[in-house]
């Protein structure tokens, strides 16, 4: 007698379905909850990290969040100055990455693409060549590469004279809960100076490092030089 396929389903389900669906639901409550990549599809936070990396992002680097949440179970850490976190946007809810360089009560300003932290200026020290193998980053009239020191953390930054940007701001107060976050691609980023600031809530993660990188640009030809390397 044929079966039915309600009777297949439920065979189907009492032999693979259920060991399948608890796998999967083991596999993706890992994703939301404790470690995930994210591709990196703009230059905004070069040169630091390019388009077509795919970045490793520490879910548990701050916080323990329900699955498929932002509803934090525990905390034990917070954002620093320097950290590069993937976050929601609060304008439209797009997943972001972009560097802290603003923490709950820090006085934070900028004039010509430097930012001033509590008053006082940040250092810059020129870089005179970048080592990449990305074409579109070279020193000379296009862009000038900084090393940024954001609290004892260094960093490059990327500066376009010639483009249109926002490389001035007065004086603003971060308030409690909230963080200011800024592209290390300072004049081709839309970041805090367009957003607003970042609630505590809708970081996700802290990135750490490049997993594999392919370049959009080049058939996707790997850019072997830059798996498993460390973000600075």
């Known amino acids: 007698m044929k079966k039915s396929w309600k009777t297949n389903l ?3 389900w009492k032999g693979w ?8 639901i083991i596999a993706t409550s890992f994703k939301s909850a404790i470690a995930d990549w994210n591709i990196v599809p703009t230059g905004s936070m070069k040169p630091t990290i ?3 990396d795919r970045i490793f992002v520490n879910k548990l680097a701050y916080d323990l969040k329900i699955p498929y949440t932002t509803v934090h179970i525990a905390e034990w850490g917070a954002p620093k100055r320097g950290d590069i976190v993937v976050f929601y946007s609060p304008q439209d809810g797009k997943r972001l990455v972009k560097r802290v360089v603003g923490i709950p009560g820090d006085s934070l300003a900028m004039q010509n693409d430097q930012l001033i932290l509590n008053g006082e200026k940040i250092q810059y020290e020129p870089i005179n060549s970048l080592a990449t193998n990305d074409p579109s980053l070279s020193t000379g009239t296009n862009h000038f590469y900084f090393t940024e020191n954001l609290s004892d953390m260094r960093h490059p930054v990327m500066i376009t004279p010639q483009r249109l940007a926002l490389r001035s701001f007065d004086p603003v107060t971060i308030p409690d809960g909230k963080y200011y976050m800024m592209g290390d691609n300072r004049d081709n980023s839309a970041d805090s100076r367009y957003i607003g600031f970042v609630e505590r809530s809708r970081i996700v993660g802290q990135a750490t490092s490049v997993v594999i990188s392919l370049d959009s640009n080049n058939k996707f030809k790997p850019r072997w030089e830059r798996f498993f390397t460390h973000l600075p």
């Not at 379905?17 to 999967?24: E, K, N």
């Open 10 to 12: 439920k065979m189907f």
């Open 17 to 24: 379905g259920y060991s399948f669906f608890v796998v999967l």
């Open 50 to 52: 390019l388009e077509g």
